[in-house]
């Protein structure tokens, strides 16, 4: 009778092949993440950047992009500089706008590629 109940009990846990499962899932993740979140980190500081600009009194397209790469400098943005970035007015107010692709090498030969593209919340009115 003992040796009937002890036979029933079912043994519960992880088995070394779903042990080894998750390990993978969780160190790839990792390292997609690793990879990831600088660029996006550049993403939100060129935005932040931008948004600054056209806060204050721009001026005129060079003086904006001037001032872009001086941002650029301090912040160590390595993506865009200020040719890259388009400028335009729209009902009298300064908008910044970018696009930039960028590629992460996760493991040769298999890359990221990362579409970034943003837009100046708006600037002062003249």
């Known amino acids: 009778m003992i040796a009937q109940r002890q036979s029933s009990r ?45 806060a204050e009194e721009p001026g005129t397209v060079p003086q904006i992009r001037a001032a872009f790469e001086r941002t650029k400098a301090i912040d160590l943005i390595t993506s865009i500089g200020g040719k890259d970035l388009d400028i335009t007015k729209e009902n009298e107010k300064v908008v910044i706008s970018f696009a930039y692709n960028s590629e992460i090498e996760l493991v040769k030969p298999v890359y990221l590629v990362i579409k970034y593209e943003g837009r100046s919340k708006g600037g002062k009115s003249y």
Request: charged share 15%.
């Open 10 to 54: 079912r043994q519960r846990g992880i088995t070394m092949f779903g042990l080894l499962f998750w390990a993978i899932v969780i160190g790839v993740l990792a390292l997609v993440g690793m990879r990831v979140v600088p660029t996006a980190v550049e993403y939100y500081t060129i935005m932040k950047a931008i948004n600054k600009i056209t």
